[in-house]
């Protein structure tokens, strides 16, 4: 079973800033499998990637996916009041389909 | 597409959860599978398991002996079944429609709480 870890565990940033959320995986992971998630405050996640780099439908552009292998980066070029949230990510695997990353915090700084 | 649980909000230790996942905007009948999701109080996602309509199932190898996913075509909705539960099921409780292997719409989930 491959385990996902995020890395920071919190972030702490202004808005305007660029942040960067790291997923690093036990072991290779197609890029095809892996997905990213933002959770608000009382909601849902919500997939804001899939595929390492695709953009879900409505997503802004200033997020964006990259990585291959063991390496993923969740990148929002300038952040918004609205993005400061929980971020998960996800692969896709065999015998336990998904398995999530433990999240990381972004908050305000 | 849009979804929504329900079920009872409290479940007595040792007996069993049941919830149900009405889906909107979409038939459960087209080709995608459908999801569980939990997540327990203050920490981090959990996948349960998925049900496509023909009644195909995959579930979590840690959950698969108390779980049991059913579809309800007729009534375009899909439910769960938990058993024996204890305090360490208590979580908020998704229902997923699934995409290409990741999750794509969430319902608003449904907290349940054993006693």
């Known amino acids: 079973e491959i385990v996902l870890t995020q890395s920071p565990g919190t972030l702490s940033l202004s808005p305007g800033e660029r942040a960067t959320l790291s997923c690093r995986a036990s072991q290779s992971v197609s890029s095809n499998y892996l997905a990213w998630y933002q959770q608000r405050p009382g909601q849902a996640p919500r997939l804001l990637i899939s595929g390492a780099s695709s953009r879900a439908t409505g997503i802004p552009d200033r997020f964006s996916g990259s990585g291959s292998g063991t390496d993923f980066t969740l990148t929002i070029s300038r952040l918004e009041p609205e993005d400061f949230a929980v971020y998960y990510c996800?692969?896709?695997?065999?015998?336990?389909?998904?398995?999530f990353g433990q999240g990381t915090k972004l908050e305000i700084k | 597409v849009q979804l929504q649980e329900s079920g009872p909000g409290l479940v007595k230790s040792s007996e069993t959860l049941s919830l149900t996942c009405a889906v909107s905007?979409?038939?459960?009948?087209?080709?995608?599978?459908w999801s569980w999701v939990r997540q327990p109080p203050g920490k981090g996602l959990e996948w349960i398991g998925e049900?496509?309509?023909?009644?195909?199932?995959n579930y979590n190898p840690s959950l698969k002996s108390r779980v049991t996913i059913s579809v309800d075509k007729s009534n375009n909705h899909f439910s769960l079944k938990l058993n024996s539960v204890t305090a360490a099921d208590t979580a908020v409780y998704y229902c997923v429609s699934n995409g290409a292997w990741c999750l794509d719409y969430w319902g608003q989930g449904t907290l349940v709480t054993v006693s």
């Open positions: 996800q692969q896709y695997g065999s015998s336990l389909l998904y398995t």
């Open positions: 049900i496509h309509h023909s009644g195909r199932t």
């Open positions: 905007g979409g038939s459960i009948s087209s080709d995608k599978w």
